[in-house]
């Protein structure tokens, strides 16, 4: 079966009701059987306790407080490395954009327009510049943290829908990941602009980032934008920037310039927060 075929499902689920349904479900403080569920989810995906700041999964009272559980200090140590891995996860791809193109997979590419929203002049900053797209799966640590210190100046929640971003999805819909339900983070750097783009997916409750708290809901259907004065918020490397309910995709974009990615990197290569990622 190809790839489109075995998505065609997907373009007929009432996505936006079910991730409605699943972000009620994921904030409701159930005892017991929140408990059992939160049991049962970590022994179906393997997910490593032992590296939670709090491992007794009686503790968490809603699949929200679970899903966003912080790490143990000092569980993922940065690397000497102008860009670090800012999340925990797999490499969907990377490298250089092409003009305004970035690659997805095999036969699609997106521009850097539509992913940021339409703002022509923050994708122009970006013109053969560098991207890497990175995966989270249910089972993986759900915060994303800062690749290297940057100033907030631009943040845009992006209305759209909501497939699933896993690899199969990512091969069978053309232009996923400016499709889907974003939010648009535009950094400023010692080595200039940045951008993380936070994409939502099925059932992907909300998305939240440290400066604002929940973006989405509420899901107004409208885009949305918030402007930033010169340091009123600045992270170091390494810091907390935001945070999925369950899993999804991250997408960086950094402008021309020199940038050599991690030899080691390859697609669908496992990653972890604090690795390096690249060096200018």
């Not at 900053?125 to 800062?146: K, V, W």
């Not at 499709?179 to 099925?202: I, K, Q, Y």
Request: with cysteine.
């Amino acid at each position: 079966m190809s790839d489109r075929l075995a998505v065609l499902p997907q373009y007929l689920m009432p996505k936006q009701a079910m991730t409605v349904l699943a972000g009620k479900l994921a904030s409701a403080r159930l005892g017991g059987l929140t408990t059992a569920a939160i049991r049962r989810f970590v022994a179906r995906y393997n997910v490593n306790m032992g590296e939670a700041a709090n491992p007794d999964i009686g503790a968490y009272t809603s699949f929200n407080d679970f899903f966003t559980r912080a790490l143990k200090p000092g569980a993922r140590p940065l690397e000497a490395a102008d860009l670090i891995c800012p999340v925990d996860g797999a490499i969907s791809q990377f490298g250089p954009i092409a003009r305004d193109q970035i690659f997805q997979a095999k036969g699609h590419t997106y521009s850097t327009t539509a992913l940021v929203g339409g703002d022509a002049a923050l994708a122009a900053q970006f013109e053969n510049g560098h991207f890497a797209t990175l995966y989270l799966s249910p089972r993986d640590y759900h915060r994303i943290h800062m690749p290297c210190a940057g100033t907030l100046t631009r943040m845009v929640h992006v209305p759209g829908d909501l497939f699933s971003v896993n690899p199969l999805t990512a091969r069978g819909v053309p232009g996923l990941f400016a499709r889907n339900e974003r939010v648009v983070c535009a950094f400023d750097g010692a080595h200039g602009p940045f951008v993380l783009v936070l994409v939502g997916a099925t059932i992907v409750g909300s998305m939240a980032t440290v400066w604002h708290g929940l973006v989405n809901p509420p899901r107004t259907g409208k885009q949305r934008q918030w402007d930033y004065a010169p340091g009123q918020v600045s992270l170091q490397q390494g810091d907390e920037m935001g945070r999925f309910l369950l899993g999804s995709t991250v997408v960086m974009l950094f402008p021309h310039g020199p940038l050599r990615f991690n030899p080691q990197w390859s697609p669908a290569r496992p990653i972890r927060l604090g690795e390096a990622m690249a060096m200018r």
